[in-house]
């Protein structure tokens, strides 16, 4: 049989009871939900403000400062909670009175959680990358899709995800295919015998390399180089600048199959290794030596 005085108001008033801290717990939550989610109002208006006034506000510098706001209302609850239930309080009390150990076995706890946090703070204020930059990334090309409050989540070309702590990726050397300027020089390599024209090979690349629909128009034209009189063939190296880095790839593509057909129809070979592979027994036979006239007796 239930008490029927469980849930009176005196002890739901009395926070030093199950039931009123249990009351206040339900209480102080609604209220950390209803700010934060003020804050986030506030937030995301002062945004669309700055937009309309041409000053944007970085996106991964609000999605990091709205996961943090949430963190500091909830932990700034919880002390306020535990301030005000009597049980807890003592607890508080306590583990602050102890507060040098109580400092030291937290950190060894949170070693890498807190790790995780300070460099995630640091990826946000310094901006090595943002969301939706195109980066490559322990060999792997992608877009940086979100950064929390302990990983980076790169969405790579296969449509995978990496997901890096960030106390690593703070600490990793990457490439940034959109800080300061997106644009881009794409190279192709390409071979040719050493029978071809130079000058007739020059022609046909750049003349296909105009036609590419994904070089930047209003850039330099495209431009070609030897750079190699390798063991079967001329290499050649050509240049063309591109947008970004998803046309480059594009471009490339592009590129070596116009190049290949273009070639085929002029007759300029591209060549492969050759190799003469002679049997022993196809081998003539060894020349049998005179003897020396000189030291016969």
């Keep these: 049989m239930v008490n029927e005085g469980w849930f009176s108001m005196q002890k739901l008033m009395d926070f030093g009871t199950a039931q009123g801290a249990l009351a206040l717990a ?23 403000i700055m937009d309309r006034f041409g000053r944007g506000v970085d996106e991964t510098v609000l999605r990091y400062v709205l996961r943090i706001k949430t963190v500091v209302i909830f932990v700034a609850i919880a002390l306020v909670y535990a301030s005000l239930v009597p049980a807890l309080r003592v607890v508080v009390g306590t583990i602050l009175a102890g507060a040098g150990i109580t400092a030291l076995v937290v950190g060894f706890a949170a070693k890498s959680t807190l790790a995780n946090l300070i460099s995630g ?37 296969e449509y995978k995800r990496l997901v890096i702590p960030n106390e690593k990726i703070d600490s990793m050397t990457l490439l940034n295919y959109n800080i300061v300027d997106p644009k881009i020089v794409c190279t192709v390599e390409l071979g040719v015998s050493y029978d071809t024209d130079i000058d007739l090979a020059r022609r046909l690349v750049l003349e296909e390399s105009d036609r590419c629909p994904y070089r930047l128009k209003e850039a330099e ?19 063309v600048w591109v947008p970004d880095m998803d046309a480059a790839w594009q471009a490339k593509f592009w590129l070596l199959e116009h190049i290949k057909k273009r070639f085929d129809l002029e007759g300029v070979e591209i060549p492969f290794p050759y190799r003469t592979v002679v049997y022993k027994k196809d081998l003539p036979p060894p020349r049998r030596e005179m003897p020396d006239p000189s030291q016969s007796e």
């Design 121 to 157: 703070l640091s990826l946000a204020i310094y901006r090595p990358f943002r969301i939706g930059d195109k980066v490559t990334i322990e060999g792997e090309y992608g877009t940086v899709e979100d950064i929390t409050l302990r990983h980076t989540v790169v969405r790579t070309w």
């Design 26 to 48: 339900v209480v102080m939550t609604i209220v950390g939900l209803v700010i934060s989610a003020l804050l986030t109002r506030v937030l995301m208006r002062i945004q669309w």
């Design 221 to 239: 034209k495209p431009w070609m180089r030897v750079i190699a009189h390798r063991d079967f063939s001329i290499g050649l190296r050509l240049y």
